[in-house]
Nanobody
Framework: QLQLVESGGGLVQPGGSLRLSCAAS????????IGWFRQAPGKEREGVSC????????NYAESVKGRFTISRDNAKNTVYLQMNSLKPEDTAVYYC??????????????????WGQGTQVTVSS
């Protein structure tokens, strides 16, 4: 059974940091691009960042550029999202998603086939 599990969310003060993890089970991530998405209450889900299967290509939403870093460790079958300088507007449920893709990645949600259940990130003082 193909499964993605996010972890690492929580409550953090503005300016703080969190590292989200997306672990795959039932399949290897070696041939999959991974995207991180988030959905705040009352808002549509948006693509935050993505990384190609090799890790050679990444992409970020303007709102997180310079603050978030996506990376992957294929040996651990895990993708990470390091989030620094967090702002209250980063509060959302964060999801990771996977799609077979060899060279590029996309922040468009309909292009992804497999999704995790999400992890809550709350930025508040």
């Amino acid at each position: 059974q193909l499964q993605l599990v996010e972890s690492g969310g929580g409550l953090v003060q503005p300016g703080g940091s969190l590292r989200l993890s997306c672990a795959a089970s039932g399949f290897t991530l070696d041939y999959y691009a991974i995207g991180w998405f988030r959905q705040a209450p009352g808002k549509e889900r948006e693509g935050v960042s993505c990384i190609s299967s090799s890790g050679g290509s990444t992409n970020y939403a303007e709102s997180v550029k310079g603050r978030f870093t996506i990376s992957r460790d294929n040996a651990k079958n895990t993708v990470y999202l390091q989030m620094n300088s967090l702002k209250p507007e980063d509060t959302a449920v964060y999801y990771c998603a996977a799609v077979v893709s060899y060279f590029t990645c996309s922040r468009t949600e309909y292009e992804y086939d497999y999704w995790g259940q999400g992890t809550q990130v709350t930025v508040s003082s």
